[in-house]
């Protein structure tokens, strides 16, 4: 499996911005889509993941209300939607692919065992 991030830039607090995940290889749909991201000097953290089965869905507080989280089945992709976004929002983002059989959302990095390339996003004050 591999996975293949986009969607980064430059924007202004408030402004919106949307992330793609594509994922190939990918024969076995019992894996949760996660986004992670890590500002600098800061660990990598979760912002929220989307099981293939079902579509359920997991956030951290920080983004609630303002990160959505899609997917499109036929094409592999997973999308990141971030409204309102703050200055606390700029990190590398991160998608990455856990295996799951039972299909809990889990929030610790390790245990995604797939990650795609990051994208950086910028948000301006």
């Known amino acids: 499996v591999q996975l293949q991030a986009s969607g980064g830039g430059l924007v202004q607090a408030g402004d919106s911005l949307r992330l793609s995940c594509t994922a190939s290889?990918?024969?076995?749909?019992?894996?949760?889509m996660g986004w992670f991201r890590q500002a600098p000097g800061e660990e990598r953290e979760f912002v929220g993941a989307i099981s293939w089965v079902g579509g359920k869905t997991r956030f951290a507080d920080s983004v609630k209300g303002r990160f959505i989280i899609s997917k499109d089945n036929a094409k592999l992709t997973v999308a990141l939607q971030m409204d309102s976004l703050r200055p606390e929002d700029t990190a590398v983002y991160y998608c990455?692919?856990?295996?799951?059989?039972?299909?809990?959302?889990?929030?610790?990095?390790?245990?995604?065992?797939?990650w795609g390339q990051g994208t950086q996003v910028t948000v301006s004050s």
């Open positions: 290889g990918m024969t076995d749909r019992r894996y949760i």
């Open positions: 990455a692919a856990d295996y799951s059989h039972s299909g809990a959302i889990a929030v610790i990095r390790e245990v995604y065992d797939v």
